[in-house]
Nanobody
Framework: QVQLVESGGGLVQPGESLRLSCAAS????????MGWYRQAPGKERELVAT???????NYADSVKGRFTISRYNAKNTMSLQMNSLEPEDTAVYYC??????????????WGKGTLVTVSS
């Protein structure tokens, strides 16, 4: 079994910052890609940012320059530093990992999500 657990969501005002964290645990041989997706009310889930095991990052245009994704391979953890938050960033944020299990099967996994609300 593999678990992804997010933390750090909450209510902030526009312009403020928030840091999300995700910890992966369980039967993991290697994590190839970790990332964050989000889903706002009435909208489809969308990519926020991803990071490979080698540290290559990819960001949605809407968050470039404001969000920073970081990964800590030794601990199978990841964070998302979100600065200059806007009301449009309000969503449930999901941790994602594409990993290799000990039986060498490659599988995608999702966390249960953490709510970020940006409102004055």
């Amino acid at each position: 079994q593999v678990q992804l657990v997010e933390s750090g969501g909450g209510l902030v005002q526009p312009g403020e910052s928030l840091r999300l964290s995700c910890a992966a645990s369980g039967s993991i041989f290697r994590i190839d890609i970790m990332g964050w997706y989000r889903q706002a009310p009435g909208k489809e889930r969308e990519l926020v940012a991803t990071v490979t095991a080698g540290g290559t990052t990819n960001y949605a245009d809407s968050v470039k320059g404001r969000f920073t994704i970081s990964r800590y391979n030794a601990k199978n953890t990841m964070s998302l530093q979100m600065n200059s938050l806007e009301p449009e960033d309000t969503a449930v944020y999901y941790c994602y990992a594409f990993l290799v299990r000990p039986d060498y099967n490659r599988m995608p996994y999702w966390g249960k999500g953490t709510l970020v609300t940006v409102s004055s």
